[in-house]
């Protein structure tokens, strides 16, 4: 099932995602259903908090990429960066961010700690740009967004861009979710 993606100014994707005990059936029916609305988006990486969900689970399939044909599409769950080399400037993109993309420094190469898709632990290093999908994919898990790490110069020379976001006022070829944010007496979504 097709999800919608949320955007920048919801909630959920500001919130540190909470950590999976385990997947059962909800959960794989939720991976199967990440893998389709990233697909029909055309992105190379989702991660739960796009689709609504508070969790630390990410998906990703970079191969439709030159030099990356070759690469299996990953479940992400529960993510921990054990350790860090090097670093790359890069721009990027995200689709709850529709139409704005930005340079980003990041580390080149990462120890990823994680588990599968059958919830088994993995350690893994990864580099180039599985490195870079994987972590921006985790920065949505902590509430971060690829804007939040851009320059402040940079980040101002977008910023009608994401008003533009904020008002709705974006075309886009995948469906969005309205924005919702707390207000102290409960949700209010736009």
């Given at each position: 099932?097709?999800l919608p993606i949320t955007t920048?100014?919801?909630?959920?994707?500001?919130?540190?995602?909470?950590?999976?005990?385990?997947?059962?059936?909800?959960?794989?029916?939720?991976?199967?259903?990440?893998?389709?609305?990233?697909?029909?988006?055309?992105?190379?990486?989702?991660?739960?908090?796009?689709?609504?969900?508070?969790?630390?689970?990410?998906?990703?399939?970079?191969?439709?990429?030159?030099?990356?044909?070759?690469?299996?599409?990953?479940?992400?769950?529960?993510?921990?960066?054990?350790?860090?080399?090097?670093?790359?400037?890069?721009?990027?993109?995200?689709?709850?961010?529709?139409?704005?993309?930005?340079?980003?420094?990041?580390?080149?190469?990462?120890?990823?700690?994680?588990?599968?898709?059958?919830?088994?632990?993995?350690?893994?290093?990864?580099?180039?740009?599985?490195?870079?999908?994987?972590?921006?994919?985790?920065?949505?898990?902590?509430?971060?967004?690829?804007?939040?790490?851009?320059?402040?110069?940079?980040?101002?020379?977008?910023?009608?861009?994401?008003?533009?976001?904020?008002?709705?006022?974006?075309?886009?070829d995948y469906p969005l979710a309205?924005?919702?944010?707390?207000?102290?007496?409960?949700?209010?979504?736009?």
């Amino acid at each position: 099932m097709i999800l919608p993606i949320t955007t920048y100014t919801d909630e959920v994707l500001h919130q540190t995602a909470k950590p999976l005990k385990g997947v059962d059936g909800a959960v794989e029916e939720l991976i199967d259903s990440m893998f389709e609305s990233m697909e029909n988006a055309s992105g190379i990486g989702l991660a739960a908090p796009q689709v609504g969900h508070s969790l630390r689970l990410l998906v990703l399939d970079i191969s439709c990429m030159k030099s990356y044909e070759d690469v299996a599409p990953m479940v992400v769950i529960n993510p921990h960066i054990l350790s860090v080399k090097g670093k790359n400037l890069m721009e990027e993109g995200c689709l709850s961010v529709p139409g704005v993309q930005g340079d980003v420094q990041r580390p080149s190469s990462i120890t990823l700690k994680y588990r599968d898709r059958n919830f088994l632990e993995q350690t893994e290093e990864f580099s180039g740009m599985l490195a870079r999908v994987l972590q921006h994919e985790i920065d949505h898990l902590s509430g971060t967004l690829f804007i939040d790490r851009m320059e402040k110069r940079d980040r101002r020379k977008i910023q009608k861009e994401l008003d533009d976001i904020a008002k709705g006022n974006i075309e886009v070829d995948y469906p969005l979710a309205r924005a919702c944010s707390r207000d102290g007496g409960g949700a209010i979504c736009m």
